[in-house]
């Protein structure tokens, strides 16, 4: 499979299930306000319709200010309690499969062309195209939701990259193949999960299962590649969790899984809630 038809599966496969459920809300019915004029005779009412104001472009989720306006402030809620524990958990994970660094990448080695997609289906330049694919196809269909999903990826691939970078470079892990001293933690795999983890946010079990399936198989390609360690892709994997869900505080899920502390580990509770409209 070429560079250029990973790419363009990767933009369908993002584009598609947000203009399913744009096209869903936009057949919904739009409420009107209706308000009365008084005619020259005291005793006749007619009922005039008056459009719902108009939102200003700043206040709209799906306008290219949000997206300015609102990295500050991801940036600026990232550090709580909810990614101090994702972070917890990464951090404990990729210690604990440390020791299985070298050999794990040597057993991936022996797969053939299986994993060889990876790197360019999570590339972050493919998966911030598709994002922008989908942004675009809102805006020129009329589908609020639709860019307001596309942004929301953007915005959690920028945060993503933010944090993996200033980690890369103040860690300064060598690869394992020694081809650059940036290892930890794994960018392919951080900006796959945080991808995934906006739509888990945004969609039903029916999109955020294959799209945490497709952030596994990236993260598995970088250990086939030999280009990063396992407790690399482990902890870039917290790292988009926890970008994905600080830029999508504000949409209550259908389903979630929440890790929660406990004595001597921790427990994932899967929860089930209302969605907000």
């Known amino acids: 499979m070429t560079a ?10 993002l584009a598609l299930p947000v203009l399913r459920r744009a096209e869903a809300a936009s057949e919904q019915t739009r409420p009107v306000v209706v308000a009365t004029a008084q005619s020259a005779d005291p005793n006749s009412q007619a009922p005039v319709s008056v459009a719902p104001p108009a ?18 402030g991801d940036l600026t809620r990232l550090p709580s309690g909810d990614s101090a524990l994702i972070a917890s958990i990464g951090a404990g994970l990729a210690a604990a499969v440390h020791p299985l660094d070298h050999d794990f990448n040597q057993r ?11 790197d360019v289906a999570g590339n972050t330049i493919t998966l911030m195209g598709a994002s922008t694919a989908a942004y675009a196809l809102g805006r020129v269909f009329g589908h609020d939701r639709t860019a307001h999903v596309g942004l929301d990826l953007l915005r959690a691939q920028i945060v993503t990259e933010a944090v993996v970078q200033s980690l890369k470079f103040g860690v300064e892990r060598p690869r394992p193949d020694g081809s650059s ?4 933690p794994s960018g392919h795999a951080a900006v796959t999960f945080a991808t995934a983890a906006v739509l888990d946010r945004h969609h039903s079990w029916r999109v955020s299962i294959p799209a945490y399936a497709f952030a596994t198989y990236v993260a598995s390609s970088r250990l086939h590649d030999n280009v990063h ?44 809630t209302t969605r907000s409209s």
């Open 181 to 184: 001293g940036y290892s930890f």
């Open 108 to 118: 991936l080695a022996h797969t053939g062309s299986l994993f060889q997609a990876g």
């Open 229 to 272: 360690n396992l407790s690399d892709v482990v902890f870039g994997a917290a790292v988009g969790t926890m970008a994905g869900r600080t830029v999508t505080r504000h949409v209550v899920p259908g389903f979630t899984l929440v890790p929660q502390p406990t004595r001597g580990g921790v427990a994932i509770t899967f929860v089930r």
């Open 4 to 13: 250029n038809r990973i790419a363009f599966t990767t933009i369908v496969l």
């Open 55 to 72: 939102r200003g472009a700043d206040a709209s989720p799906s306008s290219l200010r949000s997206l300015a306006r609102d990295l500050g």
